[in-house]
């Protein structure tokens, strides 16, 4: 049995230098300007609560998992890929990997690895979060 490390989020705003984003990185700023005036959530595993991911992390709301309404996030953590498939959605086919939390291994969404469309090629290395498997950490 190997060691477990789980990386903890906390707000960036009032702890810079414990959080897995740097407050000094240009890209912060820029990714974020909008939610400053807004709450920082952590979002972990339902079961576990392993820390996955932040609100500072999230690109849309507007995602439909297996298990309902689901974030498309920029990054996660804490997490470990599951086997490469090819799955059909409403739009288009991707090549996609199951994320699992890596401390209890329950899958909580997937990530994008390669789309068939030109126009979706965005989403490629991005993450999916469903919300019936994540809970808000506090």
Known sequence: MGLRYSIYIENPLSSPSSSYKSISDPLFHSQHRAQRNTC??????????????SSFQ???????????????????V???EGKVEQRRMLTGDYLVCDILCH????????KYLQSSNDDQQYKEGKFILELKNICKCT
Do not use: P
Request: net charge positive.
């Open 103 to 110: 401390w209890c291994k329950r899958n909580v969404g997937w």
């Open 58 to 76: 999230i690109i849309s709301r507007d995602y439909r998992g297996r298990t309902g309404t689901a974030y498309l996030m920029n990054k996660v």
């Open 78 to 80: 804490n997490v470990v």
């Open 40 to 53: 920082f959530i952590t979002y972990g595993c339902r079961h576990c609560k392993t820390h996955l991911s």
